[in-house]
């Protein structure tokens, strides 16, 4: 079974930068497709990005474009998304999970094993 951990989330004031962690446990991360989304209070689920295993192509949602960045460490197993610019908005259980990219034209929407999450909150 595909399991994932999270972690790197906190609170951060608006402007601010935080970088999560996606490990995955006993199996190569590099094996998946891999993608963050999140839930923020009151929201839908919203994938926020996602990274495909074959070619590394990477796709955004509108609202963190310019602003978020995913990427792998294949030696330390982990998928990274970093934040910056941090907004209110912005405040969400973040989770990563393994996922489908079918299309650079459109961010991830379809998930299948994730974590736990961790709790990123902007807020001044």
């Known amino acids: 079974q595909v399991q994932l951990e999270e972690s790197g989330g906190g609170l951060v004031q608006p402007g601010g930068s935080l970088r999560l962690s996606c490990v995955g446990s006993?199996?190569?991360?590099?094996?998946?497709?891999i993608g963050w989304f999140r839930e923020g209070p009151g929201k839908e689920r919203e994938g926020v990005s996602c990274?495909?295993?074959?070619?590394?192509?990477?796709s955004y949602a509108d609202s963190v474009k310019g602003r978020f960045a995913i990427f792998r460490d294949n030696a330390k197993n982990t998928v990274y998304l970093q934040m910056n610019n941090l907004k209110p908005e912005d405040t969400a259980v973040y989770h990563c999970?393994?996922?489908?990219?079918?299309?650079?034209?459109?961010?991830?929407?379809?998930?299948?094993?994730w974590g736990q999450g961790t709790q990123v909150t902007v807020s001044s």
């Open positions: 999970a393994t996922t489908v990219f079918a299309s650079p034209a459109r961010v991830c929407d379809t998930f299948a094993s």
């Open positions: 006993e199996f190569t991360l590099d094996y998946y497709d």
């Open positions: 990274l495909r295993r074959s070619d590394g192509r990477t």
